[in-house]
């Protein structure tokens, strides 16, 4: 088959369609699907990931610093500096080597991550149906989808019942359009195509099966998506982060140019000068910063994947970390998420086994969305020795979030009439009910007789009732049933489920309140219901706000009322991503936990999009990271975890910033008042590569527990001033070295540059120990690696000058033992005096 032939595909029939895909209504063979699959590729929007693990390699060769060195090294072969270019080149590749090879790991560990909660779908093949990754789809597959359904590629109804698509994303449309069998015209544009049925869209209500046309990128969401490419959205963390390189990389060039023209103007040596600069601006650059990012995120998802959270968007953990109000759904976080059917009463409030009867016959024939409440009515009916085997199904008309209401048509065995079946929200099943009783016996529905009715829901749901309405109705026996019928019913009686909350609630709420995160309930049921769970768990309920209120509330009167609000009760699905919006506008990271289909605008909208595994896939796609368990002790983990990823993000930031500025002002000084280079330029790379190693075991250190107590976010002027506050005391102790060496050794350069390399090491590996920790730093215990490491290049600093080979290669000579003791000794001060100086500077901050 071709694609090329199925460029007007809406207007054909269903049999044409099908033959020119060659596929029938029983779908592919699976060895059709394989082949069709090698063929069109996998069904995605980006290319295939056939070259991925040479992706980080590319990204490593692609930086301006391994670039730097390039340069530097093939001017070192210009002019016949044959050791120079050698060492230049096996430094750039273990730099370049190191940092590819932990992104290379971290990547592929994410990706076996994000595959575990790939978006899964139900696909014919060999005439059964299967599950199989969307991914895998391919032109003439036949799948079905129902309501919460993320349409996974192109396609056109064979059969629909009811079925309302949101595809707004594509046509700008608000609300979800009707979806229905039979050619569209063959000039219909997108929004007019009523057959067809669009990847990335999602089904909102009703039951479909469709034949997949087009995949991945050749679908209209494809193409849309190609000439839209683009970076993603900063986030506030990615925004500082930039910001920050900008700021050092100006203040690097200004400086390298400044000793480049000073050194030159005063007579220096042309090519060790260029050399020297080109090693100056990459011993001065954070070039570690984006593996150390990769590497830090990359763990805290492993980590976290290890406590139940699975993180499908690598860089939200910094803002998980950084979330200070979790809005989310009582069922299931709050409560058991285990519907029990506790009692069915009919409109008088007297235990009716008929209730129980027509509410397990509409569970039980019911083939939407799945739910609780109809498993927990399956299991009751069951339980009662129910059974459907001689009732017969004759329509159904299917839930959707504007009628609140679902229908079934069955014809019971003792009953020569059908039977209208429908349950759902209390108030709306009220709404098409004229009568109540049942279907023999039964009397107006009139003002009282509704007064009545609101006052036993009103009691039971203040009990913590999850309370449904059920009504019935005689109808005629004829093919074809829809929402016109739901009209002059008889209501019937109730439906009391019971979801008891969680026994460790809470404590969970208390952990998170402790760690800063404050929680808000959002949810669709009756106030009533709302401030009986949270004050069992322990939330204040003084301030509710519905969503009757917020109908007629402004943004400003929102932003204000929000902060303060506890519970949002009898919220409609539009009016989520409103409250979410609100609480941003006065400075919150929100985090939004939903499952549902109604859910996603709002997880797209939060700083912290939170699904779980057995969500709509809708949800699950919107949200930056997919919850295992449906629990906030999980949760909380998660926020532990993110935290540690965003302390240790920062601990690097902190660690780089200091040594860079430090050495950038004593290297431009020395350069421009000795009468010869301070350091080589392989020194210059050796050292910057040595202390590279520890510092690579930052993503893996362990965290002070100050740093999970509370949120923290992005603080680009403590960053600064950090920056200048310890690159000054670097720079001083520099100064120190250096007078020591002029003046009281009147060192020749090669001793005053091996000198001068001993005391920079080791006061870069002795702030990594010092700046990793608020508290003194010999009361934190760093991580294996990073310790190890520290000790290991300490160790090798020391020792280097007295190896041959390397002395030789990198021009170094052996100190005296009375100088090297005199440069440990000048260390040692500089971590007292760091040590001293941090203290007083995160007493300002805090």
Known sequence: MSTESTEAYWAWTRDELLARLESSSAGLSQTEARARLARFGP??????????????????????????LVFASAIALVVHDWTDAVIILLIMTASGGLSFLQEFHASRAIERLRASVAIRCDVLRDGLKTRCPASELVPGDVVRLAAGSLIPADAVLLEARDVFAAQAVLTGETFPVEKTVGASAPGATLAHRHNCLFMGTSIRSGT????????GRTTAYGRIADRLAGPDEETEFERGLRRFGLLLMRMMLLVVLVVLSVNLLLGRPTVDTLLFAMALAVGLSPELLPAILTLTLARGAQNMARRGVIVRRLDAIENLGSMDVLCTDKTGTLTEAR??????????????PAVL?????NAAFQTGLGNPLDEALVAAGEAAGLSTDRTVKLDEIPYDFLRKRLTVVVRFPDQPQPCLITKGALRSVLEVCSRYGDLVDNFVLDA????????????????????????????DTRPRYDRDDEQALIFAGFLLF??????????????????????????????LICRHIAAAVGLATTQVLTGAELVDMRDEALWQRAVDTTVFAEIEPNQKERIIRALQRTGHVVGYLGDGINDAPALHAADVGLSVDGAADVARESADFVLLTHDLAVLRAGIDEG?????????????????????????ALASLLLPFLPMLATQILLNNLLSSVPALGIAGDSIDAEWGDRPHRWNLSMIRYFMITFGLVSSAFDLMTFGLLLWLYHAAPSLFRTGWFVESLLTQVSILLIVRTRRPFYRSRPGRFLLASCIAVFALTLVLPYIPPVATAFSFVGPPPHLLAALLGISASYVLVSEATKRRFFRRFD
């Open 498 to 527: 019971r979801d008891p909350p969680r026994a460790d609630a809470g404590e969970t709420l208390a952990a998170l309140a402790t760690a800063g995160v404050a929680i808000k309930i959002i949810s669709g049921d009756n106030e």
């Open 448 to 475: 009282p007789a509704r007064a009545d009715i609101e006052a036993r829901f009103a009691t039971w749901s203040a009990q913590g009732y999850r309370v449904l309405g059920l009504a019935l109705g005689g109808v």
């Open 339 to 352: 519907m029990t059917l506790e009692d069915t009463p009919d409109a008088r409030g007297v235990r009716s």
């Open 643 to 667: 935290r540690r990823t965003f302390a240790n993000t920062i601990k690097y930031i902190f660690i780089t910033t200091s040594a860079n500025l430090g050495n950038m002002m004593s290297l």
């Open 43 to 68: 069904n995605t929007l980006k290319a295939g990931d056939r070259y991925a693990a040479w992706r980080p390699l590319v990204r490593q060769l692609r930086s301006p610093l391994i670039l730097i």
């Open 357 to 361: 009867a027509a509410a397990f016959a």
């Open 208 to 215: 479909a099966t469709a034949v997949v046309v087009y995949t």
